[in-house]
């Protein structure tokens, strides 16, 4: 694996594995992706069949549970102390996936983070729309913070909708008085449900699994006639004044790049620090195809020398990122998904409509 990225002097010889294994990657996801006009029950089963023909990584172990009334599901690493928690989001566009589905990727950031993984199985739309997730978001991170989890020791992540999903419960957690995490790690962030974004028509030949086509359906599924443009919707429309550190990561192919740079510049313009951390030639949620891609194996929490400071858990013990409503200031799974084996995600990143493939997250 070797240090991250930009530690690394690749000679020509890695960096010729590296081109084979994107190209390798890309025709693999062109070639599996599902139909466009998949439905979401079809969707459903086929992720789920996906999931849980694939084995958990070497030493995690994953367990239904509760929190603050929503299911979750603990995921914890043997070697790995559980003084520090990540609550984590799954992606699928806010119709798709689980909690459990996620547990490789989400095993592997714990791992990186040196965590445990509390990975939220927050309710689906278009059974239940917004603001179904954002309240079940929030009622797990105040239920770990009643708990007397120290917010210091406490990071949020996601992907791809979960990522939209993290920065949203942080907006909320703020707007609600709560004292915040430490920082927030969010891959490939669905964080603008316009659809706005230029990448979203630049980016659209790159892409080989997303498109404005394949999201905007179910974009409908989860607004449910609210404004997608709302902050808690879309962050990056958001007040994001008083969050803790931010750590984005993306890569060049996919359309929702624009939506990680727009996040990042809002989050600057609001005086949070944040780390843009952009992998050229990889796709949507390239970290979850780590046992093959080694920008994959690389990425997940890491952040360049110069932002050391925005690593997960860089804050003093005991003190967590307090916050005032708009101001800078400083046991069980849900009945249906019982029976679902937890499991690696399949080899590609999970997602949104009817672009899923094999893979490993909106």
Request: hydrophobic residues 40%; negative net charge; charged residues 20%.
């Amino acid at each position: 694996m070797g240090g991250p990225a930009w530690e690394r002097c690749p000679t020509e010889g890695r960096s010729s594995v590296s081109t084979e294994q994107k190209e390798n990657l890309d025709a693999i996801l062109r070639q599996s992706a599902f139909p466009a006009d998949m439905g979401v029950s079809e969707l459903r089963r086929l992720l789920a069949e996906r999931a849980s023909a694939q084995p958990l990584p070497a030493g995690v172990t994953v367990t239904a549970a509760v929190l603050g009334g929503v299911p979750t599901a603990e995921i914890t690493i043997d070697g790995i102390e559980t003084r520090h928690v990540i609550l984590y989001f799954h992606g699928g566009v806010y119709v798709l996936e689980d909690a459990f589905q996620v547990a490789g990727l989400a095993a592997q950031v714990g791992r990186r983070a040196r965590a445990k993984v509390i990975s939220v199985d927050y309710r689906l739309a278009p059974e239940h729309p917004y603001p179904a997730a954002v309240e079940d978001a929030l009622a797990a991170y105040r239920a770990l913070l009643q708990a007397g989890t120290d917010p210091a020791g406490i990071a949020v992540a996601g992907e791809s909708a979960g990522g939209g999903l993290a920065v949203a419960t942080l907006v909320n957690a703020r707007d609600h008085g709560l004292p915040l995490p430490a920082a927030a790690f969010v891959m490939s962030p669905y964080a603008d449900l316009t659809l706005a974004g230029a990448s979203m028509d630049t980016k659209r030949e790159a892409d080989p699994l997303l498109s404005r086509e394949l999201l905007q359906p179910r974009v409908t599924d989860y607004t449910a006639g609210h404004d997608p443009a709302a902050g808690l919707i879309s962050p990056v429309f958001a007040d994001l004044s008083g969050l803790p550190p931010l750590i984005i990561q993306a890569g060049t192919h996919e359309v929702l790049l624009d939506d990680a740079v727009r996040l990042a510049r809002q989050a600057a313009a609001a005086d949070v620090a944040v780390t843009l951390d952009i992998t050229p030639g990889v796709p949507h949620v390239f970290q979850a195809f780590y046992p093959i891609l080694d920008e994959a194996a690389a990425a997940p929490t890491a952040s360049p020398p110069s932002h050391r400071q925005h690593a997960l858990f860089a804050q003093p013990t005991g003190r967590g990122v307090t916050s005032r409503p708009r101001h800078l200031e400083v046991q069980g799974q849900r009945p249906d998904r019982r029976e679902r084996p937890p499991g690696l995600p399949p080899p590609g990143p999970s997602a949104h409509p009817g672009i899923m493939n094999d893979r490993s997250p909106t």
